[in-house]
């Protein structure tokens, strides 16, 4: 009898084991990405966003709503993220994960998707970045596992993929790869209270926006 699994009761263990996916240790950002010196702009609006997330944590705790619009949003603009050639979607249902050797289907939906529009190859579009938010009561590592099983779907069609989980405070990315076993890796933590972390959370944002061939087609597995 085949088990309905929902990608949000997945443990790390869990995401290893029916994946088949591993994680490369030792990541760096100058590794993976390029990262530009920020506009005077753009350093006003980082700034302004800082504050904003202060004010809004100093009253309690903040929804994993208020993190997605009031932050998520705001940074994804700031990088470059709404563009004709981009397409933004929320709470996307991922395709079901058959898991044929324990018999187990992974379900989910995805609280944001950075689709480039203008890479295809028999109508799938491909992804850019994933992103899975919680609100600030809870560590951004806590999503992890979800958005690993969210973005593994889109290695059938692409050969990576970058992912986010976050709290609204802390920002965490990884890169995920094909391969003989598929794998990811995990960047070092940012955060949206700390002067040069947040100024480094947008620098990798726009890094990750401007890579136009970060997906490179694949035969899809049939």
Request: with cysteine.
């Amino acid at each position: 009898m085949t088990a309905n699994l929902d990608a949000k009761s997945l443990t790390l263990r869990d995401v290893h084991r029916l994946l088949k996916i591993e994680e490369h240790l030792n990541a760096s950002i100058p590794s993976l990405l390029t990262l530009e010196p920020l506009t005077e702009f753009e350093q006003q609006e980082i700034i302004q966003i800082r504050n904003l997330f202060r004010d809004y944590y100093a009253e309690g705790k903040i929804s994993e709503g208020q993190v997605k619009f009031l932050f998520v949003a705001r940074l994804m603009w700031l990088a470059g993220f709404y563009q004709p050639s981009i397409k933004i979607t929320l709470e996307e249902g991922i395709a079901d994960i058959s898991i044929e050797d324990e018999e187990t289907i992974i379900k989910g939906r995805m609280d944001i998707l950075a689709i480039n529009k203008t890479q295809t190859t028999t109508d799938t579009l491909f992804w850019i970045l994933v992103i899975e938010a919680k609100n600030s009561s809870v560590n951004a590592l806590e999503g992890l596992p979800q958005l690993l099983a969210y973005a593994y779907k889109s290695l059938e069609y692409q050969e990576s993929v970058w992912g986010l989980t976050t709290n609204g405070m802390d920002y965490r990315f990884a890169y995920l790869q094909q391969g003989i076993s598929p794998s990811y890796q995990l960047l070092p933590a940012l955060n949206l209270i700390d002067s040069e972390p947040s100024i480094q959370l947008l620098q990798v944002l726009k890094a990750i926006c401007k890579l136009e061939n970060i997906a490179t087609p694949v035969e899809a597995v049939s």
